[in-house]
């Protein structure tokens, strides 16, 4: 099981939007409604940020959301913050018992 | 409030086995599966595997099978992992999490150090 493939950094401005892409396969990403999405701040565990796609746990700003087309799921962060600097890494179901995570992405506020 | 505390820091040489643990107050392994997430120094998250409610049945990632083994106890709520065969690149800091939408808890991690 090969990890789903994320940008290793994507940046933006205090405000702006950023979209961070997640692309896997028919056997994961494109053939499930089982996309994750955690933040994870240095020396910290991951937090959940998105689940089931586009879903948003109680208590995480409105400003995060998910999609998905075909074998590439997104999260998008509007009206970045300060605080938003971190890792974000997708998740994904795989078929069976499989579970696969993204490679991860660096978001960098300027 | 729900806590999942693990085993402390373990250094080991190369070809020698870690277990570690992972136990819960607050919350019971016995109703959730539970994985096991790696994370190699300035690296990203690997899966490593999982194991059911009921401790009768686990999955691994295949390029674990034959070197890991997950268990769990239900007696005192605690659930183990042990890698065997270990090699350099096996250091990292191991959680334990229910991977779950409505349970998002993590151990504190446990840092597992390779070294000859």
């Known amino acids: 099981q090969s990890a789903l493939t994320q940008p290793r950094s994507v940046s933006g401005s205090r405000g702006q939007s950023v979209t961070i892409s997640c692309t896997g396969t028919?056997?994961?990403?494109?053939?499930?409604?089982?996309v994750y999405w955690y933040q994870q701040h240095p020396g910290k565990a991951p937090r959940l940020i998105i689940y089931?796609?586009?879903q948003r746990p109680s208590g995480v700003p409105g400003r995060f959301s998910g999609s998905k087309s075909g074998n590439t799921a997104s999260l998008t962060i509007s009206g970045l913050q300060p605080d938003d600097e971190a890792d974000y890494y997708c998740?994904?179901?795989?078929?069976?018992?499989?579970?696969?995570f993204g490679t991860g992405t660096t978001v960098t506020v300027l | 409030q729900v806590h999942l505390v693990q085993s402390g820091p373990e250094v080991k040489k190369p070809g020698a086995s870690v277990r570690v643990s992972c136990k819960a107050s607050?919350?019971?392994?016995?109703?959730?599966?539970i994985h096991w997430v790696r994370q190699a120094p300035g690296q990203g998250l690997e899966w490593l595997g999982l194991?059911?409610?009921?401790?009768?049945?686990?999955h691994y990632a295949q390029k674990f099978q034959g070197r890991l083994t997950l268990t769990r106890d239900s007696s005192t709520n605690t659930v183990y992992m042990e890698m065997r065969s270990l090699r350099y690149d096996d250091t990292a800091r191991y959680y334990c999490?229910?991977?779950?939408?409505?349970?998002?808890?993590w151990g504190q991690g446990t840092l597992v150090t390779v070294s000859s």
């Open positions: 999490t229910p991977l779950s939408a409505t349970d998002d808890y």
């Open positions: 607050g919350y019971s392994f016995s109703d959730y599966f």
């Open positions: 998740y994904s179901y795989a078929g069976g018992y499989n579970r696969v």
């Open positions: 194991i059911n409610p009921s401790g009768d049945a686990t």
């Open positions: 089931d796609v586009s």
């Open positions: 028919s056997s994961d990403v494109g053939g499930y409604n089982y």
